[in-house]
């Protein structure tokens, strides 16, 4: 069966500081994936996608980029860390069917 | 503007209560999802309708998709205290994007 590893589930950074989270998913091949972000209990912006090795497309002009080094595995980045940058980060991958599967998240609160 | 609204925005009722929320574009698509998220967690897919004027039921939950495929409606009977969470629609668009709107946050009181 197919599982989403996303973390670390919380992380305090102060501004200025980098980021990166890593995704990585198992039991399937190619598949699509994604970053968004979701303001405290709102709907989901989302970041980057990804339909396969080093390709990615960004959907929001900001302070963040993405990379896809291997086929189930995505990276979200910034090298400075702006306030705006907190909220909850959601990674998923999706199927043929369109259907996405999330992982657990990660709550980032910039200080 | 958002390319799907959703409505209401928050919505607190009483165990045992039926409610409907909605979920509303002026495009239409070729599918549609239904998520449920809890605070700290990722969206759990529900269901997706693919088909104008299709209805689909999960145990309480009634989902249908509008005659246009533009709109679609989550309907609960006897709401419980575990339905409790964000409820959000999303679409597919060209490109492999998946679309998602502001949700509708649920509570269900005991």
């Known amino acids: 069966s197919q599982t989403i590893h996303q973390w670390p589930a919380t992380l305090v950074q102060p501004v200025g500081s980098p980021l990166s989270l890593e995704c990585t998913v198992e039991g399937t091949s190619n598949p699509n994936l994604y970053w968004y972000r979701q303001a405290a209990g709102r709907g989901l912006q989302l970041l980057f996608y990804s339909v396969g090795i080093g390709q990615i497309s960004s959907e929001v002009p900001q302070n963040l980029s993405a990379s896809r080094p291997q086929d189930r595995q995505f990276i979200l980045s910034s090298k400075k860390l702006l306030l705006s940058d907190s909220g909850f980060y959601l990674c998923a991958w999706s199927d043929k069917n369109e259907k996405l599967f999330f992982g657990s998240g990660t709550q980032l609160s910039v200080l | 503007t958002q390319l799907l609204e959703q409505s209401p925005q928050f919505l607190s009722i009483q165990e045992g209560e039926n409610l409907t929320v909605y979920c509303n574009s002026s495009?239409?698509?070729?599918?549609l999802q239904w998520y449920r998220q809890e605070p700290g967690e990722g969206p759990v897919l529900l269901v997706t309708v693919v088909t104008g004027g299709e209805v689909k039921k999960l145990k309480r939950l009634t989902f249908q998709f509008g005659d246009a495929r533009k709109d679609s409606s989550l309907h609960i009977t006897a709401a419980q205290p575990g339905d409790t969470g964000l409820y959000l629609c999303a679409v597919p668009l060209n490109n492999n994007d998946m679309r998602f709107g502001a949700g509708t946050r649920l509570t269900v009181k005991p």
């Open positions: 495009s239409v698509f070729s599918s």
